[in-house]
């Protein structure tokens, strides 16, 4: 079994910042890519940032210069800053690990539940 728990969304002002944090526990050997995504309802869950076992990152044009996403390899959590927040950020954000549960198993895609983020204008 492997939990992702989230963390941090709430209710912000526009131009106000919020920190996201997601921690992965139980049957873990390797962790690869975090990430964090979001879904608006009624549309395709869109990728917000991505960062690599190695640090390699990735951002979605919206957000470039806005967020800043991080990890802490030693307790498997991925963060995302927001800075400047805007309304059109407010929707559910999904955090998400690619790891590996045991030796010589295969990679698996996990989803934490999703936390709330509401910019208000």
């Known amino acids: 079994q492997v939990q992702l728990v989230e963390s941090g969304g709430g209710l912000v002002q526009a131009g106000g910042s919020l920190r996201l944090s997601c921690a992965a526990s139980g049957d873990i050997f390797s962790v690869n890519a975090m990430g964090w995504y979001r879904q608006t309802p009624g549309k395709q869950r869109e990728l917000v940032a991505v960062?690599?076992?190695?640090?390699?990152?990735n951002y979605a044009d919206l957000v470039k210069g806005r967020f800043t996403i991080s990890r802490d390899n030693a307790k498997n959590t991925v963060y995302l800053q927001m800075n400047s927040l805007k309304p059109e950020d407010t929707t559910v954000y999904y955090c998400?690990?690619?790891?590996?549960?045991?030796?010589?198993?295969?990679?698996?895609?996990?989803w934490g539940q999703g936390t709330q983020v509401t910019v208000s204008s």
């Open positions: 998400n690990a690619e790891l590996v549960p045991f030796p010589g198993w295969a990679e698996k895609r996990y």
């Open positions: 960062i690599s076992s190695g640090g390699r990152i």
